[in-house]
């Protein structure tokens, strides 16, 4: 049975031109209705907003361009910005993902019910749903680190790496770019990465909001080093792996 989806749509939207490959998860602090107020405002847009409860708002039909994304690319892409190729999906979290804690099971719960739709009416990669910081490493800070991204994996919507497999030992650069970041700042993808796949070394901050003016620390190494370029080798290895495959699928 298809969820229950409350529709309050935009005119901040414009038809598609490009096929829509990835989705984009992201978090707000506000509320779905201040989200929408905030969206408004400024002229932006989202396709869904996923409340902490679990309610679902649409505020641009999938099959039109929002303005979610801002400038971002992913994989060397063209252009400035992700919004013509994507969907984009807010979450509702108070301390902006930075805990597992600032995800509700419902919330999770229905994300997922989401996504598996949208996956199967667009035929989207699993290796193509991605969060905003990944996509935007100078920028933003979203869905955060507390992100459930492996509870994504066991549902088979998302990418995870197995530290089993690994790819062979690069620079860095070259391994975060094989997975897709832009490495202009490199500190700033360094720290996406962490925040997606190895949220141990992502502290967490008890301003919030100083999320939105500095997504980064300007200064950040990573303490564990060994474990750090592990987990980057074993997630170009998959990444890779997964874009070689000439099928797509999900179970279920």
């Not at 805990?99 to 667009?122: E, G, K, N």
């Not at 869905?143 to 790496?161: E, H, I, M, S």
């Not at 980057?232 to 999900?250: G, H």
Request: proline share 5%; hydrophobic share 35%.
């Amino acid at each position: 049975m298809a969820q229950k989806i409350i529709i309050t749509h935009t005119a901040n939207c414009r038809d598609r031109t490009e096929d829509i490959r990835y989705i984009i998860l992201h978090c707000s602090s506000y509320s779905p209705d201040k989200q929408l107020d905030i969206l408004d405002k400024y002229g932006l847009s989202t396709h869904y907003i996923v409340s902490e409860r679990g309610q679902i708002t649409e505020n641009c039909p999938p099959d039109k361009v929002a303005y979610h994304a801002g400038e971002s690319s992913w994989l060397g892409s063209e252009g400035k910005s992700l919004n013509g190729c994507s969907i984009g999906i807010e979450l509702e979290s108070f301390n902006l993902g930075q805990t597992p804690q600032d995800y509700s099971s419902a919330q999770i719960s229905a994300l997922c019910r989401l996504l598996r739709q949208l996956v199967f009416a667009y035929r989207i990669r699993r290796e193509n749903i991605l969060g905003h910081s990944d996509i935007a490493p100078k920028r933003k800070a979203d869905p955060g680190a507390g992100f459930p991204w492996q509870k994504l994996y066991a549902r088979q919507l998302v990418l995870w790496p197995s530290l089993k497999s690994l790819s062979p030992e690069a620079p860095e650069e070259e391994l975060l770019q094989t997975i897709g970041y832009d490495t202009d700042d490199l500190t700033a993808a360094r720290y996406a990465f962490c925040r997606h796949f190895f949220p141990r070394e992502v502290a967490v901050r008890t301003d919030v909001h100083s999320l939105l003016d500095e997504p980064y620390p300007k200064d950040f190494a990573v303490r564990d080093r060994e474990g750090y370029m592990r987990m980057l080798r074993a997630a170009a290895y998959a990444f890779q792996t997964e874009r070689k495959k000439k099928y797509w699928y999900l179970n279920g």
